[in-house]
């Protein structure tokens, strides 16, 4: 049986320490700043459960009789792969894109990680035995990850072993027989406030001398001296479905985690103070694509979203006719498709890694570099579409309660395509996505959650298969030689 939406929010009630607004948090479940996000992570668990849709979102586990939810499928053909990306496609419509970390996120990483076991096996049998164990553990109990990757900014110019504290970027501060000790902070845990468990290690290069940070391993969320510290809650701050739809529902948080010396056993460790190592679970196995895979599946889903409201925005606007908001649409429209295309494209270009089958690693990174660039465009050509209409909205929901002001809504909330009320319930869904605190928060979502776009183009550069282009040249260099001199025309000095 997979855990039902009930069953993971009761997971959830577990101890451990949320801080918001100078508090800590006694229950994410019900408390103001997070209960409605736990409720739409409820929802996907609710959705795989449900017998109809058994087929779409789980598969049977090869050599046993269970089934598992599908983001922890190891895809061997290229079909499977689709049908996996199905299942991750339905999910993200629940949200329409806007929970970049739902369950499918880190399940990716670590089902790519799971992948390179044999690269495990060869740095440290005991730390692949862990890995393989903690894959099964994970699937097996339908658990919700997330991930903390990247130390806490201060100061870039300098390596974590050489910033003001020794122990800014979480690292460890002891070993023993039973573990590793960890002290120290990470950035940047979205979803930290919800998920069961943790994966915490470093994907940034790191430089000799910084042995101690370059670990990777799971934690519970409740683990001892784990300290979740989130950012403001914009949940709280919308407490009407009607005002902010997305926000109120959809804020799936984001939190700097502090390790105060928590204790990790070995059996939860995957790589203990090997900087070499830290870059190669990522790169040397699947497990950077089928994440980042995962998100341009989810980035499909929500800029199909995002069209689909600058489209209603001309209705509502009565500009769809003109010849310029056409122009615009088709830019977007084409730019919606090419995303599509680039998730299409990197699935049959995918190859067969041993027994596994991994979409194509440059196409991967060419759609991060495209889409960093091309989600803020998004956002303000839709600004630019929409116009003040975003603004002209009553203060709130109980605006309509009043009957004076309720007939000036009527009055004034004018549209050739809807009547006043449905003007307004679309324009405040349109704010929430592309101009409210969420929204802009989702600009800097879409702008770093892979990286800095120098990290990015770099992924990009070292991957692209530069041969294929410079033999070209190579060929065309090689169909002609030095000519003989010819003679200066007559007349010409
Ligand atoms: C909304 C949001 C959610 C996130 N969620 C998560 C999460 O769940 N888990 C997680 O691990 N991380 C998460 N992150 C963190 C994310 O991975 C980082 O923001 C990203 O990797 C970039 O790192 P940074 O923010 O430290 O930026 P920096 O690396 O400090 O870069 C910022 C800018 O500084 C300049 N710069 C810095 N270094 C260089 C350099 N070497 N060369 C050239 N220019 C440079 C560039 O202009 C760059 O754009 C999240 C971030 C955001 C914004």
Request: aromatic share 10%; charged share 25%; with cysteine.
């Amino acid at each position: 049986m997979l855990r039902n939406g009930q069953q993971h929010t009761q997971s959830l009630r577990d101890g451990r320490a949320v801080f918001v607004d100078g508090r800590r948090v006694e229950d994410v479940t019900t408390d103001p700043a997070f209960r409605n996000a736990v409720a739409s992570i409820a929802a996907l668990y609710d959705f795989q459960s449900a017998p109809e849709n058994q087929e779409l979102m789980t598969y049977a586990v090869r050599g046993e009789k269970r089934r598992a939810n599908r983001i922890w499928q190891l895809p061997g053909s290229l079909a499977e792969l689709v049908e996996r990306r199905k299942a991750l496609e339905a999910w993200t419509e629940l949200h329409c894109g806007f929970m970049g970390r739902a369950p499918d996120h880190v399940a990716s990483c670590v089902s790519g990680l799971y992948m390179g076991l044999d690269l495990f096996r060869e740095y440290d049998p005991k730390r692949a035995s862990a890995l393989s164990d903690y894959y099964h553990y994970a699937r097996d109990n339908n658990l919700y990850l997330t991930y903390v990757i990247i130390n806490p900014q201060a100061d870039r110019s300098k390596p974590a072993s050489r910033q003001r504290s020794e122990y800014l970027s979480a690292g460890v501060v002891d070993r023993d027989a039973a573990g590793l000790t960890i002290r120290g902070a990470k950035m940047l845990a979205t979803a930290g406030i919800m998920a069961n468990e943790l994966f915490v290690t470093c994907i940034a290069p790191l430089q000799p001398g910084d042995e101690k940070y370059a670990v990777s391993f799971v934690v519970p969320m409740n683990a001892k001296g784990l300290k979740i510290l989130s950012r403001k809650s914009y949940e709280a701050a919308a407490p009407s479905v009607f005002d902010n739809p997305l926000a109120s529902r959809f804020d799936e948080n984001d939190a700097v985690i502090y390790f105060d010396d928590v204790k990790v056993p070995w059996e939860r460790i995957f790589v203990a103070e090997d900087i070499e190592m830290c870059q190669k679970q990522f790169h040397a196995t699947p497990a950077h694509v089928y994440q980042n895979y995962q998100a341009m599946i989810r980035l499909t889903v929500k800029l199909r979203f995002l069209i689909g409201l600058a489209r209603r925005v001309a209705d509502m606007n009565g500009i769809l006719a003109f010849p310029q908001v056409r122009e615009t649409l088709g830019q977007l429209a084409a730019e919606v498709e090419m995303v599509d295309a680039l998730v299409c494209a990197m699935e049959s270009k995918g190859t067969a890694f041993g027994e596994y089958y991994v979409p194509d690693r440059h196409t991967l990174y060419s759609a991060q570099v495209l889409t960093q660039q091309l989600y803020p465009r998004f956002i303000t050509a839709l600004r630019d579409l929409a116009g003040g209409g975003l603004i002209m909205q009553p203060s709130s929901f109980r605006d309509f309660g009043v009957p004076e002001l309720a007939g000036l809504i009527e009055l004034t909330q004018q549209s050739p395509a809807a009547e006043a009320f449905d003007k307004v319930k679309f324009y405040k869904l349109a704010w929430d996505a592309i101009g409210s605190e969420f929204a802009s928060r989702h600009t800097q979502y879409e702008m770093f959650y892979a990286g800095a776009t120098f990290v990015t183009k770099g992924h990009s550069f070292r991957t692209y298969d530069w041969a294929k282009a410079t033999d070209l040249v190579d060929r065309m260099l090689d169909s002609y030689q030095l000519e003989a001199v010819r003679p200066p025309m007559v007349g010409v000095r």
